[in-house]
């Protein structure tokens, strides 16, 4: 059984699961809390926390095994040790597994809005993001710029699902903005082809001022009343500008200190996915309380302990598989 069961927590990539877990935890949290400061009804239960959590761990799987299966041919030259190129998982369990977990989902976001009909919105935006994500997997990562944009959707989105008012923006906003710039850094250390030019690095920079500044314009015009107070611009942001800097100065760090652009590359993306959560903690630390925030940061060490499990289970593979010989011409 432990075979069978890392084999598929390596075809889902399920070590990283946490950061969407993280995600969407903070969202709750954070609409709860600005529903609260309005004296509006509060949406949090412990039964919805476990139907985000569903759709959370759905989601990401989904994604994942719908990649590893459109990218099956190209991972049999570069990662023949990937469960769908070594024949551990067939391309048709392969599937099963994959439309299982986008059913999953959406079996959540029902549950969701029967818990909470005020929020039917939550289920059209978990539609959205499966598509968003179908989008990425079969076009958008050949597109870069468009590409790279869609990533951070998909997180932005995955993020408003238990948030649809928006109540609180600025979570779901650096998502957005951190993983797409993320992306667009790391697909330029490793090297990716096509190479990014500056006309992909406008194209990017463009479309997320584009987005965000219409989203934020768009919520002060609907709500009215004082920007400040509108967009929440508190104190509680310091925790998360103090989050922000942080990261950069560990980006440098990485940077300069890996033996090539690739490994900085690998090294930095792994590392910045796990710094969504540290964003979660700082915004839940700000607005929320501090045994929330470290409810979520004890994801942290979760993941990090999962990512190692996963790379030791794959290199286990690698060396127990048989070599395969070829006759000589």
């Given at each position: 059984?432990?075979?069978?069961?890392?084999?598929?927590?390596q075809?889902?990539?399920?070590?990283?699961?946490?950061?969407?877990?993280?995600?969407?935890?903070?969202?709750?949290?954070?609409?709860?809390?600005?529903?609260?400061?309005?004296?509006?009804?509060?949406?949090?239960?412990?039964?919805?926390?476990?139907?985000?959590?569903?759709?959370?761990?759905?989601?990401y799987?989904?994604?994942?095994?719908?990649?590893?299966?459109?990218?099956?041919r190209?991972?049999?030259?570069?990662?023949?040790?990937?469960?769908?190129?070594?024949?551990?998982?067939?391309?048709?369990?392969?599937?099963?597994?994959?439309?299982?977990?986008?059913?999953?989902?959406?079996?959540?976001?029902v549950?969701?809005?029967?818990?909470?009909?005020?929020?039917?919105?939550?289920?059209v935006i978990?539609?959205?993001?499966?598509?968003?994500?179908?989008?990425?997997?079969?076009?958008?990562?050949?597109?870069?710029?468009?590409?790279?944009?869609?990533?951070?959707l998909?997180?932005?989105?995955?993020?408003?699902?238990?948030?649809?008012?928006?109540?609180?923006?600025?979570?779901?906003?650096?998502?957005?903005?951190?993983?797409?710039?993320?992306?667009?850094?790391?697909?330029?250390?490793?090297?990716k082809r096509?190479?990014?030019?500056?006309?992909?690095?406008?194209?990017?920079?463009?479309?997320?001022?584009?987005?965000?500044?219409?989203?934020?314009?768009w919520?002060?015009?609907?709500?009215?009343?004082?920007?400040?107070?509108?967009?929440?611009?508190?104190?509680?942001?310091?925790?998360?500008?103090?989050?922000?800097?942080?990261?950069?100065?560990?980006?440098?760090?990485?940077?300069?200190?890996?033996?090539?652009?690739?490994?900085?590359?690998?090294?930095l993306?792994?590392?910045?996915?796990?710094?969504?959560?540290?964003?979660?903690?700082?915004?839940?630390?700000?607005?929320?309380?501090?045994?929330?925030?470290?409810?979520?940061?004890?994801?942290?060490?979760?993941?990090?302990?999962?990512?190692q499990?996963?790379?030791?289970?794959g290199?286990?593979?690698?060396y127990?598989?048989k070599?395969?010989?070829?006759?000589?011409?």
């Amino acid at each position: 059984m432990f075979p069978r069961l890392f084999t598929l927590l390596q075809f889902t990539r399920i070590a990283l699961v946490f950061t969407a877990i993280s995600n969407g935890w903070a969202s709750m949290l954070l609409q709860n809390w600005a529903l609260q400061k309005q004296g509006r009804p509060p949406s949090l239960s412990v039964a919805y926390v476990v139907a985000m959590t569903v759709v959370s761990i759905c989601l990401y799987a989904f994604g994942m095994s719908l990649n590893d299966l459109i990218d099956r041919r190209r991972d049999t030259q570069i990662a023949p040790g990937r469960p769908l190129p070594s024949g551990r998982i067939s391309v048709r369990m392969g599937h099963v597994i994959c439309a299982l977990f986008g059913l999953l989902a959406l079996a959540a976001g029902v549950w969701m809005v029967v818990l909470h009909p005020g929020q039917r919105m939550s289920i059209v935006i978990l539609a959205w993001t499966i598509g968003l994500i179908i989008v990425y997997d079969f076009a958008g990562k050949y597109l870069v710029a468009p590409g790279l944009i869609v990533l951070g959707l998909i997180r932005f989105f995955h993020a408003t699902i238990a948030a649809p008012t928006l109540e609180f923006p600025w979570q779901a906003i650096l998502l957005l903005v951190h993983v797409t710039l993320l992306s667009t850094v790391c697909y330029q250390l490793e090297g990716k082809r096509p190479r990014l030019s500056l006309r992909h690095w406008v194209w990017v920079i463009g479309g997320l001022v584009l987005v965000v500044g219409g989203l934020l314009a768009w919520l002060v015009y609907q709500r009215g009343g004082p920007v400040w107070a509108t967009l929440w611009i508190t104190r509680g942001l310091l925790p998360v500008a103090a989050a922000i800097v942080t990261f950069i100065g560990l980006a440098i760090t990485i940077r300069f200190q890996a033996r090539d652009d690739r490994a900085a590359g690998r090294s930095l993306m792994l590392y910045g996915l796990l710094w969504l959560i540290v964003y979660d903690a700082s915004f839940a630390y700000g607005f929320v309380g501090w045994r929330q925030a470290v409810m979520i940061l004890a994801l942290l060490p979760m993941s990090m302990i999962a990512v190692q499990a996963m790379r030791a289970w794959g290199q286990f593979v690698e060396y127990s598989t048989k070599p395969q010989y070829q006759r000589a011409r």
